[in-house]
């Protein structure tokens, strides 16, 4: 069954290859979820203060927050609140909802096209931009669009992240194949660790590599305490799993500048 899930995928692809007649675009990388309160925001603020401590001009956003800002507002100061929070999080809802549902109770409706045009200003401002999802990869954002048409419309790099426990493999799989169906190639995996260890544990991170195929890539971070998702401890953990957070951005299988940084932070540990 290995190999059969995700075949031969153009993971080696640079984000955007430009021509004399196209202006250079920032890197991006989309870090989505198979499930709200996977750990879509620690992974995040990891890989942001990561790539800035390598001396990247790396920015985070996350687009869409329901419920409360929260989210945004850590990475904000992860980046030395470069940007406005309304820039950070330019779709703001107080209801703990699916955005097309918040948006309808406000008498509000979701465009693609506006939320493009927010996540492509940021990205002119920065060297690499990272862009959190919200929820799961088929949460509906507008009536006509979810999160698998914004990331199939913003081509860009994917992080698919997951509960490192019994289940993963299931909702790991099933996020994957709607992200392939979409037409979406550049896809890695990074199984997030619980408080809570279970049996499934230990096997979890080689049963998706195998059924993703030898051109997946699959990640695990451990459990990082119950205070990491605070800017000390983004901070004090980033450097911790620095040589993980530098093979999730390695240069094989996103960008260069990616590349680069993780180069950078190696040198930097010898």
Request: aromatic content about 4%; charged content about 20%; proline content about 4%.
């Amino acid at each position: 069954m290995a190999g059969s899930f995700v075949g031969e995928l153009p993971l080696n692809r640079v984000d955007h290859v430009t021509t004399s007649s196209e202006p250079t675009r920032s890197p991006m990388v989309f870090v989505t979820g198979t499930d709200t309160g996977v750990g879509k925001t620690l992974l995040t603020g990891l890989l942001l203060h990561h790539l800035r401590r390598a001396g990247t001009r790396a920015l985070a956003i996350k687009p869409f927050c329901s419920g409360g800002l929260a989210d945004a507002e850590l990475l904000n100061e992860l980046q030395d609140r470069e940007l406005r929070l309304a820039e950070v999080s330019p779709f703001q809802f107080g209801e703990p909802l699916a955005p097309m549902i918040a948006a309808r109770i406000h008498g509000r409706r979701m465009v693609m096209k506006k939320v493009l045009a927010a996540i492509q200003s940021v990205r002119s401002k920065c060297d690499a931009l990272l862009v959190e999802g919200v929820g799961g990869v088929l949460v509906p954002l507008g009536d006509d669009f979810s999160v698998l048409d914004l990331i199939a419309a913003l081509d860009s790099c994917v992080l698919v992240v997951a509960r490192n426990r019994l289940g993963t493999i299931n909702h790991t799989l099933l996020s994957v194949n709607s992200l392939i169906n979409a037409g979406v190639g550049r896809i890695k995996v990074v199984l997030m660790g619980t408080a809570r260890r279970d049996a499934s544990v230990t096997s979890n991170k080689d049963a998706l590599s195998e059924l993703l195929g030898l051109a997946s890539r699959v990640y695990s971070v451990p459990f990082l305490g119950a205070r990491a998702s605070s800017v000390e401890g983004v901070k004090k953990n980033s450097k911790k799993i620095e040589k993980t957070l530098a093979e999730v951005l390695g240069f094989d299988t996103f960008s260069p500048l990616f590349g680069k940084a993780a180069k950078t932070m190696s040198e930097e540990s010898r």
